[in-house]
């Protein structure tokens, strides 16, 4: 059996190193600009969780409630920083676990997670990725149509709405933006991205696409090859999918949202 102190965050599996400062703000103004010179029959596609939202306190909130409910004070302190990637048994490490305790525990965590992280009552507890909000509306405000394109499942859609609302992302509805979700949780993430590029087709133009999934951001340059596609090096599910070469990858939307202070 491979020991605990082998758990690691997942590595970043973009072609190259993630862009930053000037670089990053290019690439993020030059996705605007391919939207403002096609609105309004642009589409700007964006994932949610881990490429415009962090879930790790909602994580964090998971966590801290099967500590309370386990008798576990170390997981009941857990914070979102102690979420590295999608392993929860990392996150159950750097918040204080022992070994022996995690093995104790990781299968009572499954079902216990399983029932309360894909529900609006513990996405209320999502925060924005840094600049997110901020790239958003510019993105909005150029006419083109922003599309969240989220595997959530529809039962998330109150909870999401919510929190676009609270966070200040542009809000579905109208011609501005749109919400796209699975049906039903059972469909696989994969196969409903790829489903859903018939429909964006319909929608007009997609001139640019946001995601963090290797797998994804491939598929949104494979199925629209003339759009800008870019990937989120925040975290990732555990495949060995490495996003494929030509596809830039950026930390988050910071260098947007500070143009003009450097």
Not at 23 to 28: D, F, I, K, P, Q
Request: glycine fraction near 8%.
């Amino acid at each position: 059996m491979i020991g605990y102190g082998k758990i690691s965050p997942p590595s970043v599996l973009s072609a190259g190193p993630p862009l930053e400062g000037a670089s990053a703000r290019a690439l993020l103004e030059r996705a605007l600009r391919r939207a403002e010179r096609e609105a309004p029959s642009a589409i700007a596609i964006f994932d949610l969780d881990s490429t415009l939202i962090d879930n790790r306190p909602r994580q964090a909130a998971i966590m801290r409630a099967f500590g309370a409910a386990r008798g576990l004070p170390e997981l009941e302190r857990c914070e979102p920083d102690h979420w590295q990637g999608w392993d929860f048994r990392l996150a159950m490490k750097n918040a204080g676990l022992s070994d022996e305790a995690i093995r104790d525990h990781e299968s009572a965590f499954k079902p216990f997670w399983f029932e309360r992280f894909f529900t609006s009552e513990y996405c209320a507890l999502d925060q924005p990725i840094a600049g997110a909000v901020e790239y958003t509306r510019a993105v909005a405000d150029t006419g083109a149509q922003l599309v969240y394109v989220t595997g959530r499942p529809e039962d998330m859609r109150d909870g999401t709405l919510n929190v676009f609302t609270s966070r200040g992302f542009p809000q579905p509805g109208g011609d501005r933006a749109r919400l796209i979700m699975k049906p039903t949780l059972m469909e696989g993430d994969d196969i409903y991205k790829i489903r859903v590029h018939d429909e964006l087709r319909e929608l007009g133009q997609v001139v640019a696409a946001f995601d963090n999934e290797p797998t994804h951001i491939n598929g949104y340059q494979d199925g629209f090859p003339a759009a800008l596609c870019v990937h989120l090096a925040t975290d990732h599910s555990p495949r060995d999918v490495r996003v494929a070469e030509g596809i830039p990858s950026i930390r988050d939307f910071t260098a947007f949202a500070r143009r003009g202070s450097d």
